[in-house]
């Protein structure tokens, strides 16, 4: 037996090894993607279930490793939040994002509000005033771009978030809750904080309208943010049925590849030019 343990200890520790040198290898050649130009942002609609329109997008993270291609960010995010990269990759975003919506600016393309996502770590009391400098630079209004924030937030909240989130709402920012439903955060709790829009997470949204539990979990998100006066946003909606259940529901807006993946700043531009419609 004593042997098998042995064995096993040093299986675990290779493997933690192997680990921890996969997150060294990602994060150094990670801080050489942002200085190559090798991220990219990537644009999702969101469109309104009542007119069918786009009204909105989300700014996806993409990393183009010039050997390994196209990186997930369920690969890398992890890894940036947990050295600490994730502040000069957030801070990237916002820029390229601000960028991008001067450029479409620029030749009249009229864009709906354009979401960025922030790390929790991004949360500071400088926030507002880093965020503020970026929109004057690009020349871009405040309410052109959204915040995509977490739930781990929320749990973290104490009066100083509540602060920096009033902060950046009263400089005419909406922020909206992310994979709503995942974490935490009880109803009565959220009504604490200046949300204009919850998201329900994908995981409660692909077993609509068959299963059961994730339709009653939609239909009190729904019902809840309803009675608080706030957008809902459905996420990963990839069926026909599925849209349809979360219009009966009154979801507000979907966002998901039964519209449309994630595509480069370019097809997006074509959708709006277009009017792609649901
Ligand atoms: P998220 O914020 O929940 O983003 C939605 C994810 O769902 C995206 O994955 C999107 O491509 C995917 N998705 C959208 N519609 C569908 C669908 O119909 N079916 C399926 N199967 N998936 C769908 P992605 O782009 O791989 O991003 C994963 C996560 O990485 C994001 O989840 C977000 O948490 C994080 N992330 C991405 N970009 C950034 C960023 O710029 N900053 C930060 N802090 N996190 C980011
Ligand atoms: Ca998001
Ligand atoms: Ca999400
Ligand atoms: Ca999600």
Redesign the pocket.
């Known amino acids: 037996a004593g042997q098998s343990i042995e064995s096993n200890f040093l299986f675990y520790s290779e493997e933690m090894n192997q680990r921890a040198k996969e997150h060294l290898r990602i994060e150094s050649e990670l801080r050489q993607a942002l200085q190559n130009h090798e991220l990219q942002?990537?644009y999702?609609p969101k469109v309104s279930l009542r007119s069918g329109r786009i009204v909105g997008a989300?700014?996806?993270?993409?990393w183009r490793h010039p050997l390994r291609g196209l990186v997930?960010?369920?690969v890398f995010?992890p890894v940036?939040?947990e050295t600490g990269l994730?502040l000069d990759?957030?801070a990237w975003?916002l820029e390229e994002a601000c960028r991008q919506v001067r450029e479409w600016r620029d030749v009249n393309l009229i864009i709906p509000p354009i979401a960025?996502?922030?790390?929790a770590r991004?949360f500071d009391a400088e926030l507002p005033k880093r965020v503020a400098a970026v929109l004057e630079r690009h020349r871009v209004q405040p309410d052109q771009i959204n915040l995509?924030i977490?739930e781990s937030l929320l749990v973290r909240g104490t009066d100083k978030v509540i602060d920096i989130m009033n902060q950046l709402v009263a400089m005419g920012m909406s922020l909206a809750l992310?994979?709503f439903g995942t974490g935490y955060s009880s109803l009565a709790y959220l009504k604490k904080f200046p949300i204009s829009t919850l998201?329900i997470?994908?995981s409660f949204?692909i077993g609509l309208p068959y299963e059961e539990n994730d339709c009653a979990i939609a239909r009190a998100i729904v019902t809840m943010a309803q009675q608080l006066r706030q957008e809902i946003v459905a996420?990963?909606?990839?069926t026909a049925e599925q849209m349809a259940f979360l219009r009966e529901l009154g979801c507000d807006q979907l966002?998901?590849?039964?519209f449309s993946?994630?595509v480069p700043a370019a097809d997006f531009a074509a959708m709006l030019r277009e009017g792609k419609r649901l």
């Open positions: 942002l990537y999702q989300e700014a996806l993270l993409r997930s960010p369920g995010i940036a939040e994730i990759l957030g975003v960025v996502n922030l790390s991004q995509e977490t992310d994979d998201k997470d994908r949204v996420e990963g909606v990839e966002q998901g590849y039964l993946q994630p």
